[in-house]
C-alpha cells in the first residue's frame, strides 16, 4: 500500500508540473522584424528600389513598468541613400481597469493622427504610405523651409493617456512641429519647438472608432526666412476614423494646418481614405484615395493641389511573406495631368518572442 501510495503521489507531482509547464508566462522580452523590398516602375521605364527593415524590442520589468526600442534603416528610393533611425526608444507606464492609464517618455509613438501607423510595411495595406507623411507641400512662407501637411513623426517627449471601454483621450508635450521631419540621427533639423497635443475618441461598438487631436506651437524660428524677424506658431487639426466589420477595414484621415505667417495666416489641408479587403484567407486587396492643398507664400493667393490614387492586389505566400503588386497615379503640386507608376513589393514580419 506504501508503495501505490508513492506512486500515486509522484504520479500527481508529474501531472502537476507537466499542467504547469504547458500554461503560458509572461516573456521578460518580446521582439519582432519587419522587412520589405520593393521596386517601383514609370511610363517612362525607370524605376527605383527601396528597402525597409525594422525591430521593436519590448521589455517588461513588470507592475505596469515597460521599455522599448524600434531601430530602423531605410534606403529611400527617390535618393537611393540609406537612412538609420531609432523611431521609438521609450519608458512606459500601464494600468488596466475599468479606466486604464498609460505614461510613456521618450521617443514616442505619434500621438497625432494615423497615418503614422503605417511606417511599418506590415501595417500599411497599400505599398506607398500615405502622401502627407512625406510629400512636401509649397511652403506658406517667403523663402521659408518647405513642410509636410503631417510629418513622420516619433517625436522626444511625454504622454498621458486615459480610456475605457467606451472613450480614450490623451494629452502630449513634444520637441517639434508635426509639420516639420525631425530625425534623431541627422546632419540638418528643423530648430526644436515645443508643441502641446491634445486628442481622444470614441468607439461606440467594438471595431468603430472616430478620433480628434489639436497641436499647437513654433513651426518656423526667427531668421529662417529673410521676412521672418520673430518665432511663428502653427496650428494642427486632425481628425480620423477607423471601421473595420467582417473581412473589410476601412480608414481616414483628415488634417487641416493653420500657420503664422509674415502674410498673415495661412492654411494647407488634406485627407486620405483607404481600406482593405480579405478576398480569402491568402488574398486581400486594397486602395487609398489622397487629396492635399496648399497655397503659394504671395499677395494673391493662390492654391495649388495634389492628388494620387492606388490600388493594391496582395497574396500571402506564407504566413510570414506577402507580395504585392499595386498601381498608383499621382497628380504632384503645381503640374496638370497624372503620373502612372506600377510597383511591386516582397514584406516578411516575424515575431520571434
Known amino acids: 500500500m506504501r508503495a501505490v501510495s508513492l ?16 500554461q503560458a508566462r509572461p516573456s521578460f522580452l518580446a521582439v519582432d522584424s519587419s522587412a520589405a523590398v520593393d521596386y517601383t516602375v514609370d511610363t517612362n521605364g525607370n524605376y527605383v528600389k527601396g528597402v525597409f527593415l525594422d525591430s521593436l524590442v519590448t521589455a517588461d520589468f513588470g507592475r505596469g513598468f515597460q521599455a522599448m526600442v524600434r531601430p530602423q534603416a531605410q534606403r529611400i528610393a527617390a535618393t537611393r541613400e540609406w537612412n538609420r533611425q531609432i523611431w521609438i526608444a521609450e519608458v512606459r507606464y500601464e494600468r488596466a481597469g475599468t479606466v486604464g492609464v498609460r505614461l510613456e517618455g521618450g521617443y514616442i509613438p505619434s500621438p497625432i ?30 523663402r521659408g523651409p518647405r513642410i509636410n501637411l503631417l510629418s513622420g513623426l516619433y517625436p522626444l517627449g511625454a504622454q498621458a493617456t486615459v480610456s475605457t471601454r467606451l472613450w480614450d483621450a490623451r494629452t502630449a508635450v513634444i520637441d517639434n512641429s508635426p509639420m516639420r521631419l525631425r530625425r534623431v540621427f541627422g546632419p540638418v533639423n528643423p530648430p526644436r519647438f515645443t508643441n502641446v497635443v491634445v486628442g481622444g475618441g470614441v468607439t461606440p461598438f467594438v471595431g468603430f472608432r472616430i478620433g480628434a487631436s489639436v497641436t499647437r506651437g513654433g ?12 518665432d511663428r506658431s502653427a496650428r494642427v487639426v486632425t481628425m480620423e476614423s477607423e471601421l473595420a466589420f467582417r473581412h473589410t477595414s476601412l480608414a481616414g484621415e483628415w488634417t487641416h494646418d493653420t500657420l503664422e505667417t509674415s502674410l498673415g495666416d495661412r492654411s494647407a489641408a488634406g485627407w486620405y481614405v483607404q481600406g482593405a479587403q480579405t478576398l480569402s484567407p491568402r488574398c486581400f486587396v486594397a486602395g487609398r484615395v489622397e ?11 493662390q492654391e495649388q493641389t495634389f492628388k494620387a490614387t492606388e490600388q493594391t492586389l496582395a497574396f500571402r ?5 506577402t507580395l504585392r503588386v499595386s498601381h498608383r497615379a499621382v497628380e504632384r503640386f503645381g503640374r496638370t495631368g497624372f503620373d502612372h507608376t506600377a510597383a511591386t513589393s516582397l514584406v516578411w514580419f516575424r515575431r520571434w518572442l
Do not use: K, Y
Request: one cysteine or more; aromatic letters at 4%; proline letters at 9%.
Open 7 to 22: 506512486a500515486c503521489a509522484v504520479t500527481l507531482l508529474l501531472a502537476a508540473a507537466s499542467t504547469s509547464a504547458q
Open 113 to 142: 493622427g494615423l497615418a503614422n501607423l503605417t511606417l511599418r510595411p506590415h501595417l500599411n495595406p497599400t505599398i506607398a504610405q500615405p502622401a502627407s507623411l512625406f510629400t512636401s507641400i509649397p511652403s506658406l512662407e517667403f
Open 219 to 230: 513651426w518656423l524660428r526667427a531668421g529662417e526666412s529673410p521676412t521672418i524677424t520673430v
Open 291 to 301: 487629396r492635399m492643398r496648399s497655397t503659394l507664400p504671395v499677395v494673391l493667393v
Open 317 to 321: 505566400i506564407t504566413p510570414e511573406l
